[in-house]
């Protein structure tokens, strides 16, 4: 009997604890079905190619480009051209007040001649007056002497005869020698009047001259300007009666089909530039176009760019339509390598723990926590080498800002 009763209490202890632990699970899967689910955004893993680009910033420039800059202070006279205007090659686009210039190449001439006769006159022993008078003075020498020489011949007869003494010879002798001192020094001016260094001198105020009159015609020949090439105005800075001083722009002019884009990108982006590599142009001024291009140009060092370490680089334009103005500042993005055929996912979907990537897949309406490989990435989309397949959904982000977890129970809004 008291067996009996024992085992009765013992079931019914297990009977009660099997009923507790029923409980227990019925409450965890009602409190699960019932809890909220989290709302995501999701996106599915696919197969495509995929471009690795980088952004920045360019300015548009001439590939030749025609500057004109005032060669002297002086005033604007006319101007023929207009901003923007196509012209053609020989074309006079711009005419300058050339009085001043024209005074300053008729003095250099003035000074040039001074120069080169004092040259000439150098070289043939003084002036033609100057020649002149020494040929007369050489003349007048050589007079004196032979009446030197015959009044000595006369002398000495008489001191022959007794009839003059010994120092009137002596006197006559003197005079001799003295008018032919005189005559020498006549004939050796005549031979060579100036030293070297002056002929030097000369010369170098003949060359100094010259240079002179060289840089005032080639100022007073830029006081008009013609177009060099068949192309457009693009910026005339100044206008009609306006003063400008020395050095100052006045006009430039290029072929507008051939312009080039010199792009600034930041010191890390540059190792992954390359000779070749496409580039995509867009000016905000003109939404929805786009122009094409390729680099031509590497940075060979790195300058400073307003706040930014960059790299210069050139960018040839290869579908150059006359829309693009120089000096204008352009978006640019070199596309720097590209993945066929990748398996890719926003890169949203990415994240990394400890440096390592994963991603939550979202398998019967809860997020799994899944380790990837990734390849390739651009600023929308990242290549997994390895950890999903073909058709996997990952989500990329909850809409009530809750952070992703392993398990989470979620629902997907499309």
């Not at 100052?248 to 884009?261: D, E, Y």
């Amino acid at each position: 009997m008291a067996e009996t009763t024992s085992r009765q209490i013992t079931g019914r202890v297990w009977l009660w604890i099997g009923a507790a632990v029923l409980l227990v699970v019925i409450f965890f899967v009602a409190r699960n079905m019932t809890r909220d689910r989290t709302p995501v955004h999701a996106a599915t893993a696919s197969r495509t190619e995929l471009y690795s680009t980088v952004p920045t910033n360019g300015i548009v420039e001439p590939v030749e480009n025609y500057e004109y800059h005032a060669p002297a202070a002086t005033s604007v006279r006319v101007i023929y051209a207009q901003q923007g205007q196509a012209v053609k090659a020989g074309t006079v686009l711009m005419q300058l007040d050339d009085v001043s210039a024209r005074a300053r190449v008729a003095t250099a001439e003035s000074a040039l001649a001074a120069a080169q006769a004092t040259l000439d006159a150098t070289r043939n022993g003084g002036s033609f007056q100057e020649q002149q008078s020494l040929d007369s003075s050489i003349s007048r020498a050589r007079l004196d002497l032979a009446d030197a020489q015959r009044q000595l011949a006369a002398l000495q007869k008489l001191q022959a005869s007794g009839a003059a003494s010994a120092s009137e010879v002596a006197a006559a002798q003197q005079r001799v020698a003295l008018n032919q001192d005189n005559l020498n020094s006549f004939q050796t001016r005549q031979q060579a009047r100036y030293a070297p260094v002056e002929l030097q001198r000369a010369q170098s105020a003949v060359s100094d001259a010259q240079a002179n009159l060289t840089a005032a015609r080639a100022i007073l020949n830029q006081m008009s300007y013609s177009a060099p090439i068949d192309g457009t105005v693009y910026s005339i800075p100044v206008g009609r009666s306006d003063y400008v001083e020395e050095g100052k722009l006045l006009l430039q002019m290029t072929n507008l089909s051939h312009l080039r884009v010199r792009a600034y990108f930041d010191e890390p982006e540059i190792g992954g530039l390359k000779i070749g590599q496409k580039i995509a142009i867009v000016w905000d001024a003109r939404p929805g176009r786009e122009w094409h291009g390729h680099i031509t140009q590497v940075p060979s060092t790195i300058i400073t760019y307003n706040t930014r370490n960059v790299g210069e680089v050139l960018v040839a334009i290869d579908d150059p339509d006359g829309g693009l103005l120089p000096d204008t500042h352009v978006t640019v993005t070199a596309t720097t390598s590209s993945a066929p055929n990748s398996l890719t996912v926003p890169r949203e979907a990415l994240h990394s723990e400890n440096g390592k990537p994963y991603v939550y897949r979202i398998v019967n309406d809860s997020l799994v926590r899944t380790s990837v490989v990734t390849g390739t990435l651009n600023l929308t989309d990242v290549a997994i080498t390895s950890g999903l397949k073909d058709g996997d959904v990952v989500a990329t982000g909850s809409l009530n800002g809750l952070p992703l977890e392993d398990g989470l129970p979620i629902k997907v809004v499309r």
